[in-house]
């Protein structure tokens, strides 16, 4: 399983990202072989508008099944669930520490969308 998670930084040990559309980038993190990538989100983080589309086309096209992030909003949402990705939320430590939780089924779905449009 592909799994996305909003970053603050480029590297496993960085924080996880509040934010989905506007976070810096993104850890592709490979459930099987254990490998990791940072995918860059640079490209939306000043668009005035339809950062959370742009964000989830960008993981989508990276072929994930999953995104851990803080918080997701309307827009983000419906193009996520209309790829079969499946959201979860986490806030407050590592993308390594969410990874383990969503492993061991610990980290809470994202059944709607949690926050307003535009939110930053």
Known sequence: MKVAVSTQGKDI???VDARFGRTLGFIIFDTE????EFLDNSQVLN??????IQ?????VDA???VVITGHLGPNA?????????NAYTFKGGSVKEAIDLLKKGELQSLTNPDVEGHWV
């Open 33 to 36: 072989s254990e490998n990791w």
């Open 77 to 85: 949402f419906k193009a996520l669930s209309a790829a079969q990705v």
């Open 63 to 65: 072929g994930v099944n």
């Open 13 to 15: 040990n960085s924080v």
């Open 55 to 59: 964000a989830a086309k960008h993981v």
């Open 47 to 52: 668009a005035p508008q339809g950062a959370g």
